[in-house]
């Protein structure tokens, strides 16, 4: 459904007319990955590593670099997201919507939450008029937990639970293919965010939705997505299902993320989503089986030493270091490309 070939973005560092020419932020240096129907797709990795300008090209708020973001419709139809015109961009801005992180800051508290949900959806060409818009907004509104009475209050009266399921039914009002979910429960409290992911699975099934998740919450991520994919200075550097991520991380910088929460005993449930197929229990720090290859690489990685020749690929322990973003992470003439481990599993040869 969406499909991003070795996307690359930098920003300029400083702006103005008297900005230094030539230096630049590499915030995505070759990332390709694939969200099929109906799948959620979990993007993690620490501050500053591209997430989020990752998710936002495929919106094209960014016009990127190089390479290629391909959009397919239900239908079949294909969306160069790099070559739209304006009218085609708006359509497929339709069945991509964005879920921001603050909901505080994306609702213009001058508005109602009918005038927030139908603002946009004026502007869809199935838009059907005030009288029946204001109908699907009310049951919309219903779906995420609210209620139709609260269509005339502000955003202002809501608390962040509620209003981050305002900014759901604005995106679903849309009807659209494919949800962007940025950090939608990083700001909301434990019990609040579980009743979020818990709506996001249940309109999954009802709407037949697919998902780009990204959090830092690593337990979340497992929770809620299929697969999912480590992301580093702008590079992807392991991506495998949320089963066998936990279970079986592979790359340097996976373990970090992991060694960084703390441990569990006992049992970890993992892809909570599919529970009425009967889900998966993980029994924590037990592996699961691994092919030869998955166990040779991570023989390699235990035992390598010295340095790739390039400073800023150079091993170390210490991914918790601020890197300089103006340095590109990898070789200019390197593949970014990850290889295949085991079947479905992918890992970066790079920062190993």
């Known amino acids: 459904m969406l499909e991003y070939r070795n996307v690359h973005k930098r920003f300029h560092l400083e702006a103005g007319f008297f900005a230094r020419v030539g230096k630049f932020v590499h915030a995505v240096n070759g990332v390709s990955l694939r969200i099929g129907e109906n799948e959620i797709y979990g993007l993690v990795g620490e501050s500053g590593c591209g997430k989020t300008t990752t998710a936002r090209l495929a919106v094209r708020m960014y016009p990127f670099d190089t390479g290629s973001i391909r959009y397919t419709t239900r239908d079949g139809s294909v969306y160069e997201i790099g070559r739209l015109g304006r009218r085609e961009l708006n359509y497929v801005r339709t069945k991509i919507k964005y879920i921001f992180q603050d909901p505080a800051r994306s609702l213009n508290p001058r508005m109602t939450i009918l005038e ?18 204001r109908g699907e907004a ?24 509620q209003r981050q399921r305002i900014a ?30 818990n709506l996001l699975l249940r ?46 991380p592979l790359h340097p910088y996976t373990r970090h993320l992991y060694s960084s929460i703390p441990k569990l005993t006992g049992a970890v ?16 720090g037990q592996p699961v089986p691994t092919t030869n290859e998955a166990a040779a690489y991570r023989a390699s990685v235990d035992d390598a030493a010295g340095a790739p020749s390039h400073p800023a690929t ?39």
């Open 116 to 133: 927030v949900m139908t603002a946009g959806y004026r502007y869809h060409p199935s838009w059907p008029g005030k009288r029946q818009a």
């Open 138 to 161: 009310a049951r919309i509104l219903e779906e995420v937990g609210l209620k139709a009475s609260d269509l005339e209050r502000r955003p202002a009266d809501f608390s962040g639970g």
């Open 168 to 197: 759901i039914a604005r995106a679903l009002i849309n009807r659209p293919e494919l949800l962007i979910c940025d950090e939608v429960v990083s700001a909301l409290d434990v019990s609040i965010q579980g009743q979020i992911l």
């Open 203 to 248: 309109l999954r099934e009802e709407y037949r939705l697919s998902m780009l998740f990204i959090a830092h919450d690593l337990a979340v991520v497992s929770y809620v997505c299929d697969r999912v994919g480590v992301m580093y200075r702008g590079l992807l550097m392991e991506e495998a299902s949320s089963h066998e991520l936990v279970a079986n």
């Open 269 to 284: 449930a993992v892809g909570a989503h599919s529970a009425a197929a009967g889900g998966t229990l993980v029994e924590a």
């Open 314 to 352: 150079r091993r170390t322990k210490r991914f918790g270091e601020e890197p300089d973003p103006t340095v590109h992470p990898i070789p200019i003439d390197a593949d970014p490309g990850m290889r295949e481990v085991s079947e479905g599993h992918f890992v970066s040869p790079h920062f190993a």
